[in-house]
């Protein structure tokens, strides 16, 4: 399966040339080199969890500046109350040092690891642990550097090595689409939303639907 540029926009037509480009660039050998193309529904399934996870490759990196209505409805264990919210309101780095802290690998809320491991890349690999395991396979030291899974040039290959060591080939190989995205999700959470893009994929690479 080429995924030509073109097909490319067809599939994200929001996303930055840079990112359009250098996935283009890369992507033959990259999924030769995690085993995408050995089945047919693993790059179809791979572009609809990305599609999802990256907004359509406009978002490589996790934001996290929410009003407090937004906090209570993500964390209402942390945030019960608007007056708690507040407290971390449209303050990325403090919420993010907070929720994420003690947990993945990440040190406690003062260490700062919550915001230096969050969300990042098209498939927004989250805390210390799985930028760690992903060190070896990508060949990039992302401990040290977290924020090379968030650059053009990062983000499609940490993407793919996440996909091969998760086992998300075989299972994509069942056609199991709503398990694969408990596997990338730990839930369902937007599972419509990935049909959707999973939909759109098909359509732009003329493939029977799943």
């Not at 179809?44 to 359509?56: K, R, T, Y």
Request: net charge positive; aromatic share 8%; hydrophobic share 40%.
């Amino acid at each position: 399966m080429i995924l030509t540029l073109s097909k490319l926009q067809a599939i994200y037509p929001r996303a930055p040339r840079a990112n359009l480009a250098a996935f283009a660039a890369q992507a033959p050998g990259l999924f030769a080199r995690f085993a995408l193309n050995g089945g047919p529904r693993r790059i179809p399934f791979f572009l609809a969890q990305i599609g999802h996870e990256s907004a359509g490759l406009t978002s490589t990196e996790e934001k996290l500046s929410y009003t407090p209505e937004r906090l209570m409805a993500i964390w209402p264990r942390r945030f019960p109350t608007r007056a708690a919210a507040e407290t971390c309101a449209r303050q990325p780095e403090k919420l993010a040092s907070l929720v994420y802290a003690d947990r993945m690998g990440n040190g406690p809320p003062e260490s700062g690891d919550g915001w230096r491991y969050r969300g990042r890349g098209y498939l927004q690999i989250t805390g210390r642990d799985n930028y760690r395991a992903l060190s070896a396979p990508t060949g990039i030291d992302l401990i040290a550097d977290p924020d090379r899974a968030a650059t053009p040039d990062g983000a499609l290959l940490v993407a793919c090595a996440f996909w091969r060591t998760r086992g998300l080939n075989e299972l994509s190989d069942t056609g199991d689409f709503a398990a694969v995205t408990r596997r990338v999700n730990g839930g369902t959470v937007g599972l419509a939303d990935r049909r959707s893009w999973l939909a759109k994929v098909e359509r732009a690479l003329d493939i029977a639907p799943a």
